[in-house]
């Protein structure tokens, strides 16, 4: 649960980021436009992973969020994003969606309190034996052990602001990233979620461990040869003699006996002269 003064704190520190931009934007005098950048190439998936982000407070400072969720749109993933105070409809929906039959694998991504409510949203899950393969954090703002149904877990965070470490807990198989980004000074809590490189390593995450079936498919046994058929031979002709019984207690085949041998005849006397 988080703190009513942590959550005033972040909603003041907001409003004077938000008051304070249009002043600056007055007194910028106006630079031609340059000229529009080509839009990077983008590579296309076929897959049945979901992906649900979160946006922050009072839910128009994270439209980084947006951003990000156009752009993997626009590759083939089902992507949606909404307010922080949503998550539990979210839970619920995606464990309506497995009980229906959709086994894809699912990513939740989330910036500011939009990240805070994942540690929930996943415990949530977890109650239901539901795996969640990616959860990327922008910037919590509160230190929470991921629950052990995630399988990745990638945290972007700056410790000079609002942003925390994410732990795991004893025993923890899967994978745990914290991105400590507090030498960044190009971004903060405000922009963070915002940072175009960020979006590409959260994405390269992404198809590396999260693209394809949510449930992992064990190989096919391999297929085993029929037995080779022996054709039956001619019955061979039966021996003049009878062959010798083969022992019941013994798998050795018998000797056979051969036929005795008549005694030789004595020689003939020969004659005396």
């Known amino acids: 649960m988080i703190a009513p003064l942590r959550v005033a704190l972040l909603a003041l520190v ?10 600056v934007t007055m007194a910028t005098p106006q630079a031609p436009k340059p000229a529009a950048a080509k839009p990077a190439k983008t590579a296309k998936v076929t897959t049945d992973t ?14 980084g969020m ?3 969720q156009e752009r993997l749109s626009l590759m083939g993933f089902e992507a949606e994003v909404d307010n922080h105070n949503g998550w539990l409809t979210i839970a619920n929906r995606i464990v309506e969606d ?3 039959g959709h086994n894809g694998a699912v990513v939740l991504i989330g910036h500011s309190l939009g990240a805070d409510v994942l540690f929930q949203l996943t415990e949530r899950l977890e109650k239901d034996n539901i795996p ?6 922008f910037d919590p703002t509160i230190s929470h052990d991921i629950s052990r149904n995630v399988e990745h877990a990638l945290n972007l965070y700056q410790l000079n ?15 745990l990233v914290n991105m400590d980004l507090s030498g960044d000074a190009s971004i903060g809590h405000g922009s963070i979620d915002k940072s175009e490189k960020l979006h590409d390593l959260v994405i390269a995450k992404m198809m590396k461990v999260a693209v394809g079936s949510g ?14 058929v022996t054709p039956p031979t001619a019955a061979a002709p039966s021996p003049a ?16 006996t051969a036929p005795a041998k008549p005694a030789a005849a004595p020689p003939a006397e020969v004659p005396r002269i």
């Open 14 to 23: 907001s409003a004077l980021i938000l008051a304070a931009q249009p002043a």
């Open 50 to 63: 979901r992906v649900y982000l979160l946006r922050g407070l009072l839910n128009v400072f994270s439209l």
């Open 66 to 68: 947006d951003t990000l």
């Open 98 to 100: 497995r009980k229906k």
């Open 132 to 137: 969640v393969r990616l959860v990327v954090f």
């Open 161 to 175: 602001g609002f942003g925390r470490k994410v732990t795991a807990p004893k025993g923890y198989k899967g994978e």
């Open 215 to 228: 449930q992992r498919k064990r190989p096919a046994p391999a297929k085993q040869k029929p037995a080779a």
């Open 241 to 256: 003699f009878p062959p010798a019984a083969a022992t019941p207690s013994s798998d050795k085949k018998a000797p056979v």
